[in-house]
C-alpha cells in the first residue's frame, strides 16, 4: 500500500466525462489498497475566461490580489466535481482549498512561492479512508489573502504536497505518455525514456520539452520525490523521475536531444576590449528586464571584441534597442541580430564520466554540413545555435548518432 | 457620515457593465462620506451554470458539503470584479468571501444559518477609508468547511453584516424601485410606499411580494437594522423598512394588498367529529413533508365536519394521496380538492387600532359579487381564498375600498 499524489490538468479535467473518467482511474487505484492525495487544475479555458473578465474591468490590469480571488474560483469548482464523481462511485473523498488545506504561500499574488504546508487535515482524512482532493496553483498566505502560485502552479501543488506527506510518488497526467528522447513529431524514432534524472529533466525543460514545470522538478529534486509522468487517458508506466541513484551498465551517454526556436541572437562588434565590458553590455539589458541565455565572447583581436548572447524572440526588439545605445557609448563597431536561429542540446547524467561527447556531436553535424553558430557547455548538456532551417535535420542527426532511436519494429 | 451596507442582486451584477454601473454607485456615496460594505451575489445565470455542472456528476444527487465548495465560487469571482472596478475607479476596495470575514455558521449545507460575524477585519478596512466588498450566501462552520445559505442567502449576508457593524441603514438594491401597495401589473394606481414596518413586510413578502427574502427581514426586524429598497440602476428613495416607532396621524389603516396564485385546496368532507381529528387529518400531511397554509374547521352537524385546508399547488398532489388514505381510515365521506383558487390579503399594522377592518373587506368584495371561500385572520392581515378567476378583480377593488389608489396625476 502506497501514498501517491496524483495531479491532473486543465485538460485531463476540461469536462464533465473527462472528470468522471478520472474519478475511474482514482478509484482503481483506490481499490489497490493506495492512498490517493489528487490535485487538480481548473477546467480548461476557465483560468482564460476568468482573466479575461477581470481584463475588462481593469483596463487590462486587474489588482493583482482580486484577480487571485477570482482565478483561485477555477480550481475550486474542480475539485468539488471531482469530489462528487468520487463519491457518486461510492468512494469516500472530500475537497480542499488551497486555504482550508492550509498552503501557506508568501504574499506574492499572482506568482506566490509555498512557505508551509499543514498535513494534518490530509492525514486524518486519508486515515479514515477517504481520498483527498485539493486544488492546485492556490494558497492563503498569513494575513488569509488567497494566493495562487503562477500559471502551471498545480504541478508545484501536487510536489509540495507529496513532499510534505513524504509520499511514495507524484504521478503527473497530462496529454502525453511519457518522456522521450526527442520531440517525435521531428523525430519519429523518439522512444519513451522509463527513467530520467532531475537534473537532466530539468535541462530538458528549461529547453522546450514542454512536459512538466521548472519549478515542480526543481521541487521535486530538492525534496527528493519521485515524479511520474504519466498519460491521463492511456495505460502505461510513464516516465519516471528520480534521484541518479543506480548507475548501470545500460545507461545511455545521453538522455534526450532538446531543441528551440524561442530565442534571438545579438552580437556587438568591435567593443574596445576593456576590462568590465562584459558588465556594460549585460548590464542594461538586464535592467531592462530582459534574460539572456548563451552568451559567447570572442577572442580579441585588434584590441576590439566581438560579444554575442542569446535572448527570448519577444525581446529581440527591445534588447537590440538598448544594445544600440550601448554601442554608442561604447564606441562599437556595429551591432547586428538575427531571428532565424535555433538551439539544439544535448543532455544526459551519463556524459559525466564520458569524455568526447561534445565533439561526437560536432561530428555529426558536420557530417550534415550544419555551421554552429555558438557553443555553450555545463555539466550535463552541450547546446550550440545554428541556423533555423536546419533544425529538424540536426536533431535527427543527434537522435541516430546517439543511438536514441527506437529499433525498428517488425512490419516497420 | 453614516456606514451603509449595500447589497446588490446577481442582476445587478449580471454583466461587467453593470458591474461597472455599482462601482459608480458606490463610488458615489464613498464621495459623499459614507464607509461602505457592499454585499454582492454570483453574476444573474453563474449559481445555475454551476448547479447544472454539479449536476451532470452527480446523478441530480449533488454532495451538499461539495454543492458549497463549487457554488460558492460565483460571488468569489463577482466580489474580485467589483473590487477591482473600485480601485480602478480611484476608490480604495478590498475583497473578502464568507470565509475570510469570517461569517461563522452552523454546517446545514446549501441552507446554513449565521452564528457569528467577526467584524474587526472590516473595521480595520473601513477605518483605513477601503470600501469592503463581501461575498454574499456563503461562510463557514467551525471546522473550516465552505457554507451557503440557500437561494436569496445574500439579502441576509447584508443584514447580517448591518446588525454586526450596526450600520445605519442596510440598502438592498433590486430591480424596483421600492415595496408597492400591491402588484402594479395588477393595479396601475398602485402605489410606492415610502415606509412600512417590518412586521407588514413579512406579511407581504410571504404572500407574494418577492421583493426580499422572508429570512434577511426577520433578522432585520429582529437586530432592528433599518432596511431600504431601491433599485439599482435608477435614482430614488425606495421604500424604508423600520419598526414602527412613530405612528402619525395620516398612517393608512392597511399598507398593501398581497396575493398569490400559488396555493390549491383540500377538503375533506363528513369527518366523525372526535376530539384530535385535526391532528389525525393533519399529521399525515405534515409527516410527507407538505406545508399546510389556511386551515378551517366547519361547524358541526350531525356528528360530522367539513375540514379545509391549503397547500401549495406543486404538493396538491401528494397532499390528495395522503388525504384519501387518511379519509379511508376515518371513515369520511369524501375528499375534494380545487386548484382554482387565489388568496387575496390586507396587511397594515393600521389594523391594529381600527375595528371594522375585516368587513369593509368583505364589503368590497360583496360589492363585486366575489363569493368568499375561506378566511383567514392575524394581527395585522386579513387573508380570503376566492375563486381564482376573480384575482384582479378583488385586488384593483380592495386597493380603491383602502383608499391606496395614486390620485390621479394632471392630464392622467
Do not use: W
Not at 513532499?163 to 523525430?187: H, N
Not at 529581440?316 to 532565424?340: F, H, I, M, P
Amino acid at each position: 500500500m502506497a501514498l501517491i499524489v496524483q495531479k491532473f490538468g486543465g485538460t485531463s479535467v476540461g469536462t464533465v466525462e473527462r472528470i468522471q473518467q478520472v474519478a475511474e482511474k482514482v478509484k482503481k487505484f483506490r481499490e489497490n489498497g493506495d492512498d490517493i492525495v489528487v490535485v487538480v487544475s481548473a477546467m480548461s479555458g476557465e483560468t482564460n475566461r476568468l482573466i479575461d473578465l477581470a481584463k475588462q474591468v481593469s483596463d487590462d490590469q486587474p489588482v493583482p490580489r482580486e484577480l487571485d480571488v477570482m482565478v483561485s474560483t477555477g480550481e475550486q469548482v474542480t475539485i468539488a466535481l471531482l469530489a462528487m464523481a468520487l463519491i457518486k462511485r461510492g468512494v469516500p473523498a472530500v475537497s480542499y482549498t488551497g486555504n482550508q488545506v492550509r498552503i501557506l504561500t508568501d504574499s506574492a499574488h499572482n506568482k506566490a512561492r509555498i512557505l508551509q504546508i499543514d498535513d494534518q487535515k490530509l492525514r486524518n482524512d486519508l486515515k479514515a479512508g477517504r481520498v483527498v482532493v485539493v486544488a492546485g496553483f492556490q494558497g492563503v498566505d498569513e494575513h488569509g489573502n488567497i494566493t495562487t502560485l503562477g500559471r502551471g502552479g498545480s504541478d508545484t501543488t501536487g510536489v509540495a504536497l507529496a513532499a510534505a506527506l513524504k509520499a511514495d510518488e507524484c504521478q503527473i497526467y497530462t496529454d502525453v505518455d511519457g518522456v522521450y528522447t526527442t520531440d517525435p513529431r521531428v523525430v519519429p524514432q523518439a522512444q519513451r525514456l522509463e527513467k530520467i534524472t532531475f537534473e537532466e529533466m530539468l535541462e530538458m525543460a528549461s529547453l522546450g520539452s514542454k512536459v512538466l514545470q521548472i519549478r515542480s522538478v526543481e521541487f521535486a529534486g530538492k525534496y527528493n520525490v519521485p515524479l511520474r509522468v504519466l498519460h491521463s487517458f492511456q495505460e502505461g508506466p510513464g516516465t519516471l523521475i528520480t534521484l541518479d541513484e543506480e548507475e548501470t551498465m545500460e545507461q545511455p551517454i545521453i538522455s534526450g536531444i532538446a531543441f528551440n526556436r524561442d530565442e534571438a541572437k545579438l552580437t556587438i562588434r568591435g567593443v574596445p576590449d576593456i576590462p568590465g565590458v562584459a558588465f556594460k553590455i549585460l548590464g542594461p539589458i538586464s535592467a531592462a528586464n530582459i534574460e539572456v541565455d548563451m552568451i559567447v565572447q570572442n577572442v580579441s583581436h585588434d584590441n576590439t571584441t566581438d560579444f554575442t548572447f542569446t535572448v527570448h524572440r519577444n525581446d529581440y526588439q527591445a534588447a537590440q534597442q538598448v544594445l544600440e545605445n550601448t554601442s554608442r557609448e561604447l564606441g562599437a563597431r556595429e551591432v547586428v541580430g538575427d531571428t532565424k536561429i535555433a538551439k539544439v542540446s544535448i543532455v544526459g547524467v551519463g556524459m559525466r564520466s564520458h569524455a568526447g561527447v561534445a565533439s561526437r556531436m560536432f561530428e555529426a553535424l558536420a557530417k550534415e554540413n550544419i555551421n554552429i553558430q555558438m557553443i555553450s557547455t555545463s555539466e550535463i548538456k552541450v547546446s550550440v545555435v545554428i541556423e533555423e532551417k536546419y533544425l529538424e535535420l540536426a536533431v535527427r542527426a543527434l537522435h541516430t548518432a546517439f543511438e536514441l532511436d527506437a529499433p525498428a519494429r517488425q512490419g516497420d
